[in-house]
């Protein structure tokens, strides 16, 4: 049995009626936090995502403060691969930088895979399920194979994603011999979530907005639909820039669609087969006063309005259309929770 009352969070993305319009932000654990900064000095980013007591502290911060209506489990992309024993940090300034980068096919079956249970984000998600309420949901968090495998294959950030797109065009073999041995290591993260109790999960690709609609299709669909597949839990599906891929990306299966600020939410509706979306306040608003953030909640509510109307979606989930920015004022963001609370 559920430990939840009707969450609104859960009743949204189910396609009933919530009692308030649910709201969580990405990113809302962070640097924007004070608490958060003093929480990790000098603790690593892949550490503090290993360590229960302060998993939990970081993740359980933001509802305390806020009144959000979700907790996003505190992780990152590459911590699956981190816990089957890939070597990468978390490079200050830059992001997941590998020891090796994969690039070939004996690099890929090389690759671990995860297959034990991770007992330090089990027992994290222990905790922060015992501070949180009935009507707040813990919201688990997955990357998706495309954005993973373009770190392994440019061994870290990268603006243009040259090598990965080469491997994949070049060596198409290779590319779907590194997807289904990243999948399983995907799915058996999720499922340790799963296990251990969360409420919803969220499946993101940080990258995906650098592919045509027809690579993503051929090359992403078929493996983000597989993990989205091994889940009976509300699922959301969200990707960054990817207002072009949004009906395909819809296609593999998620609940809910996240929409990105560059979408309007009732353009996004029309793309999309999934009958909730979640979104998509631009996070550069939260720099730009109450009046201005309850102006742009307005204009999304009523874009959300004109969807429902027209029969295209059930429901809405109040986020950012990415998140939040690391110098935003945190009073504002409780501020514009609020605002959403009021007007949404």
């Excluded at 907005?209 to 992403?220: A, C, H, I, K, T």
């Excluded at 989205?228 to 669609?257: N, Y």
Aim: hydrophobic letters at 45%; one cysteine or more.
């Amino acid at each position: 049995m559920s430990r939840l009352n009707r969450a609104p969070l859960i009743d949204a993305a189910l396609g009933r009626t919530p009692s308030r319009p649910p709201v969580w932000f990405m990113r809302q654990a962070g640097r924007s936090l004070p608490e958060y900064r003093a929480a990790r000095e000098g603790i690593s980013m892949l550490d503090s995502c290993f360590m229960p007591e302060l998993l939990a502290e970081i993740t359980l911060q933001p509802v305390r403060r806020h009144d959000v209506d979700a907790a996003i489990l505190f992780s990152d992309i590459v911590v699956p691969l981190k816990a089957a024993g890939v070597k990468v940090d978390i490079v200050p300034g830059r992001g997941p930088v590998m020891e090796q980068a994969v690039r070939s096919r004996e690099d890929v079956g090389k690759l671990p895979l995860l297959e034990a249970d991770v007992p330090e984000v089990t027992e994290g998600i222990a905790r922060i399920l015992a501070e949180l309420t009935e009507t707040q949901a813990l919201i688990g968090f997955v990357g998706a194979p495309f954005t993973l495998a373009s770190y392994l294959i440019e061994g870290g950030p990268s603006k243009n994603h040259e090598r990965t797109k080469a491997l994949m065009h070049a060596d198409p073999e290779t590319w779907h011999m590194l997807m289904r041995r990243l999948v399983p290591t995907i799915t058996r993260f999720l499922q340790v979530q799963v296990d251990a109790g969360i409420d919803a999960m969220q499946l993101f690709d940080s990258w995906a907005g650098y592919l045509n609609e027809r690579d993503y299709r051929e090359f992403v669909l078929p493996y983000s639909r597989e993990i989205l597949a091994g889940v009976e839990i509300p699922r959301i599906h969200f990707g960054v820039g990817t207002g072009e891929l949004l009906p395909a990306m819809s296609e593999a299966g998620s609940e809910v669609m996240g929409v990105d600020y560059r979408v309007p939410m009732d353009a996004a509706a029309e793309r999309v087969s999934a009958r909730v979306l979640q979104g998509n306040l631009d996070p550069a608003m939260l720099f730009a006063g109450d009046d201005a953030v309850r102006q742009a909640v307005r204009t999304i509510r009523g874009e959300v309005d004109r969807a429902r109307e027209r029969g295209d979606i059930d429901g809405h989930i109040w986020n950012l259309g990415h998140g939040v920015l690391p110098t935003t004022d945190a009073e504002a963001i409780t501020r514009a929770v609020s605002i959403i609370h009021e007007e949404g």
